[in-house]
């Protein structure tokens, strides 16, 4: 089992930024990606941005330019910094933790980009 607690959602206005962290316990070991998701009201989730155990990085459009995934490997952390914040990044987003054989979720944090 793996445990996923994320932090650092919030309310920000238009343009400002912010981080999202994801603190993953249990069996890391068997962790393979870490990534985080959004969703929306009425609307499907959405990956925004994921990071392999090697290293490889992966983004969605929207995120691309503003959004940086990184991690602390010692602190089995995940981080997720949100900068030029747009009300349409408006979401919970999610951490997710993948291993071979199953996917876990943290419990979400709500961010909302508004004037």
């Known amino acids: 089992q793996v445990q996923l607690v994320e932090s650092g959602g919030g309310l920000v206005q238009p343009g400002g930024s912010l981080r999202l962290s994801c603190a993953a316990s249990?069996?890391?070991?068997?962790?393979?990606?870490m990534g985080w998701y959004r969703q929306a009201p009425g609307k499907q989730r959405e990956l925004v941005a994921s990071i392999t155990s090697d290293g490889r990085i992966n983004y969605s459009n929207s995120a691309k330019g503003r959004f940086t995934i990184s991690r602390d490997n010692a602190k089995n952390t995940v981080y997720l910094q949100m900068n030029s914040l747009k009300p349409e990044d408006t979401a919970v987003y999610y951490c997710n933790a993948a291993s071979a054989i199953r996917s876990y979720w943290g419990q979400g944090t709500q961010v909302t980009v508004s004037s």
């Open positions: 249990g069996s890391i070991f068997s962790i393979n990606a």
